[in-house]
């Protein structure tokens, strides 16, 4: 069973640029969400996709947006980068909604100078 | 707002001892807690906890549930230097949408 795999593990960006973060789901599952780390902190979530389509978003602004492709992979695109970006990104994915536990994925360790 | 709260933030035990984490929350819509182990990168999953007063148990781990008080507790017994990491509490509410707390780190020396 392939568990949950992100890319690139690192990334380093300068303000104002873009980026795209990818994520593909463990075998089975539909669900992905997608959850910022900033050091020393619990990860904060962003947002979630369920069968390609969002299923609830976190306080996060607008020009952080997202994706599910067919496959249930996903992409999280993140516009206008700012130094408080810095983090790393997790993505989990979950057989479905409800009770059901989300699996993670290493990360995208994201630095913006 | 939706918080969940751990103490100690941190702790520092040698090999043998017996530690207690705790997780207390203050949520609406409460689906189900659950326990992540967090080494390096990815949190790796412990416990899911629905019902109260439930232990649930894996090897030397184990946690409980009292949805009236509001709080889990992670207990890991006979500790060992593999066990040093950061543990997360999160509440999972009815839409879906996962509230971690700030996290515990754990120390275990030799």
């Known amino acids: 069973e392939t568990g949950v795999t992100q890319s690139p593990t690192h990334l380093i960006k300068t303000r104002g640029q873009q980026v795209t973060l990818r994520c593909s789901s463990q075998s089975g599952h539909n669900t992905v969400s997608w959850y910022q780390q900033a050091l020393g902190q619990g990860p904060q979530f962003i947002f979630q996709?369920?069968?390609?389509?969002?299923?609830g978003r976190g306080n996060f602004p607008p020009r952080f947006s997202g994706l599910q492709f067919p496959n249930y992979s996903s992409e999280l695109n993140v516009n206008a980068l700012e130094l408080d970006d810095s983090a790393l990104y997790l993505c989990?994915?979950?057989?479905?909604?409800?009770?059901?536990?989300?699996?993670f994925g290493d990360g995208t360790r994201l630095s913006i100078l | 707002e939706d918080k969940v709260v751990q103490s100690p933030l941190s702790l520092v035990v040698h090999e043998g001892d017996t530690v207690t984490l705790n997780c207390s929350y203050e949520v609406t819509n409460f689906r189900s807690l659950l326990w992540y182990k967090q080494e390096k990168k990815a949190p790796t999953f412990l416990f899911m906890l629905?019902?109260?007063?439930i232990e649930k148990k894996s090897g030397r781990l184990s946690s409980i549930l009292d949805k009236k008080e509001l709080f889990s507790i992670l207990n890991i017994t006979a500790t060992q230097t593999g066990d040093s990491a950061i543990y997360l509490c999160a509440v999972l509410l009815n839409t879906d949408k996962l509230i971690f707390g700030t996290g515990t780190r754990l120390q275990v020396f030799p």
């Open positions: 629905t019902s109260s007063g």
């Open positions: 996709y369920y069968r390609e389509e969002e299923n």
């Open positions: 989990a994915s979950s057989a479905g909604l409800g009770v059901k536990p989300q699996h």
